[in-house]
């Protein structure tokens, strides 16, 4: 059975502090999707990244930055010089299918404060 | 990204009425959506999968009479809680997304809360 674990279930730093939100994942499937999403307090889920089984570049985009490493099976997630702003729920997911509709296992989430 | 729009964004209900709430992917056509639940400060649980035209399938411990879901078209699916109760008072998320569109990325709607009084 596929499971996603996020051991820090609350993080809080001050602003401008780099953070690292950690994502361990299980999967039998050799091809899979990971994903994050940020849940702000009003609920809705926003698309961060998708990264697929295949490919371990790291990413980055702006002061996010994505590392995927296959041989540990994990998914973190960095954010640098953290803002307010990013304070929110932060889940990873794990598809079970990369062909057709993905359906998403998620972790626990991680609740992210960044205090000024 | 997509956009996937949900209606209504929170309701407040009854015990023993149903309640209806609406997911529209807007950008797209979606044969699958996929209905969540979200109990506060919890993850959010898979109930059930939603196929265009055909029955949608409940993950285990789902009541497949009581959460109905019904996918008529390609950008509307449904799901009706069927004589509601406070234990089902909930945050209920719809999500869409098709492997021709951005790799299958499920964009998610804003979220229904539920309470039931």
């Known amino acids: 059975a596929q499971k996603v674990t996020q051991a820090q279930t609350e993080i809080s730093v001050v602003e401008k502090e780099d953070v690292t939100l950690d994502c361990v994942y299980e999967t039998r499937d050799t091809t899979y999707y990971l994903f994050w999403y940020k849940q702000p307090p009003s609920g809705e889920l926003v698309f961060l990244i998708r990264?697929?089984?295949?490919?371990?570049q790291n990413e980055i985009s702006g002061r996010y930055s994505w590392n995927f490493q296959k041989s540990t099976s994990s998914f973190n997630f960095t954010i640098t010089a953290s803002q307010v702003v990013d304070s929110a729920v932060y889940f990873c997911a794990l598809s079970d299918q990369i062909q057709g509709a993905q359906k998403l296992v998620f972790g626990q989430g991680t609740r992210l404060t960044i205090n000024p | 990204g997509a956009v996937v729009s949900q209606h209504p964004s929170r309701v407040i209900c009854k015990s023993g009425t149903s309640v209806k709430i609406e997911c529209r992917s807007l950008?797209?056509?979606?044969?699958?959506m996929f209905w969540y639940r979200q109990f506060p400060k919890q993850s959010l649980m898979l109930m059930a999968t939603s196929n265009e035209g055909s029955k949608a399938t409940y993950e285990q411990g789902v009541e497949k009479d009581k959460f109905l879901i019904n996918h008529a078209s390609l950008t509307l699916s449904t799901l009706t809680v069927t004589s509601a109760h406070p234990e089902d008072s909930s945050f209920y998320i719809c999500s869409a997304g098709e492997p021709h569109f951005h790799g299958g990325t499920q964009y998610f709607g804003p979220g229904t809360r539920l309470l039931v009084l």
């Open positions: 990264r697929n089984s295949f490919d371990e």
């Open positions: 950008d797209f056509q979606a044969t699958t």
